[in-house]
């Protein structure tokens, strides 16, 4: 049931969002569409999967790959997933960070920068091989720490 709950919450927030940005847009402009709302919508449910996929892969992962005992499973469980937060942010950081800084990487990075209006939709705008590489940066500490 809680699971229902939190799917639901995000369901409500990403379409509250989606209409907050309808009705008071940063830019009128933005709300103009330019075109490129199926290509954004195809990145979308390609990326999403991906992120499920990955998501959904990462338990075997953990239970495969991880060091027993080095996360701090003994915490809170509150302060476990503020844990869980820095280490994945930090790791998505570092990957747009790196993906700066790399012309090999900045190449398959490019694509999220080269929108032309700013929506919820091509927030998503991602080379897939750019987002596998960002969740790896994000997920693998976890996996190697053993997150439960």
């Known amino acids: 049931m809680t699971k ?3 799917v639901g ?3 409500a927030a990403v379409g509250l969002s989606f209409a907050a940005e309808r009705l008071l ?3 009128a402009a933005w709300n103009r569409s330019l075109g490129d709302s199926g290509r954004d ?3 979308a449910a390609v990326n999403e999967s991906l992120q499920i996929v990955s998501l959904l892969a990462l338990p075997f992962l953990v ?5 027993e005992g080095v996360w701090p499973s003994g915490l809170p469980f509150a302060v476990q997933v503020i844990g869980s937060i820095v280490v994945v942010d930090f790791g998505i ?3 747009h960070w790196l993906s700066h800084r790399s012309d090999v990487l ?3 990075h490019a694509v999220h920068h080269s929108v032309q209006r700013f929506y919820g939709l091509n927030g998503l705008m991602k080379h897939p091989a750019h987002q596998l590489f960002e969740t790896m940066l994000a997920t693998a500490p976890l996996t ?3 997150l439960p």
């Not at 239970?63 to 060091?67: H, P, Y």
């Open 25 to 27: 847009p940063y830019a």
């Open 4 to 6: 229902v709950v939190i």
């Open 144 to 146: 190697v720490l053993g």
């Open 106 to 108: 900045w190449r398959f």
């Open 63 to 67: 239970a495969s790959m991880s060091i």
């Open 93 to 95: 950081t570092m990957g």
């Open 9 to 11: 919450v995000l369901v």
């Open 41 to 43: 919508a195809a990145h």
